[in-house]
């Protein structure tokens, strides 16, 4: 059976953003590493969380199904959530799941970066 592992790097790209630098697999297996990042990632006066996806080897449902838990959480939190580096294969699928409408992805740091600075901040949910 193959092991999916997953490796995050929290890293602060602006004043208001982090990013999460993704390396391998979001899967089941993945949660905690993801829900730590996550954690991480919105310490301090961050409005911005930046996944990026460019070393993302492989994501089944239930790791699509994580990355909306962790929107709810974000918009909780009122934070915005936008992604960067994803693979045409993923691009494909998030485009299906209709993700994209809900998770902007851009193809690069800079451009999710230039995005996000524009971006309101989503209305908390009480």
């Known amino acids: 059976m193959t092991q999916?592992?997953?490796s995050t790097v929290v890293r602060r790209a602006s004043p208001f953003a982090n990013v999460i630098d993704i390396e391998g697999d979001i899967t089941s297996f993945s949660e905690g590493s993801l829900m730590d990042a996550y954690a991480e990632a919105t310490q301090g006066n961050v409005?911005?969380?930046i996944f990026n996806f460019s070393g993302?080897?492989?994501m089944n449902s239930l790791g699509i199904g994580?990355?909306?838990a962790l929107l709810v959480r974000a918009r909780r939190d009122n934070k915005n959530?936008?992604?960067y580096g994803l693979s045409d294969h993923y691009k494909k699928i998030f485009e299906l799941t209709r993700m994209d409408q809900v998770i902007p992805v851009f193809e690069t740091e800079v451009v999710a970066l230039a995005k996000a600075e524009r971006m309101d901040l989503p209305e908390r949910e009480y």
């Open 4 to 6: 999916h592992k997953l």
């Open 47 to 49: 409005r911005t969380i």
């Open 56 to 58: 993302l080897g492989y």
């Open 66 to 68: 994580m990355l909306v």
């Open 81 to 83: 959530i936008v992604g």
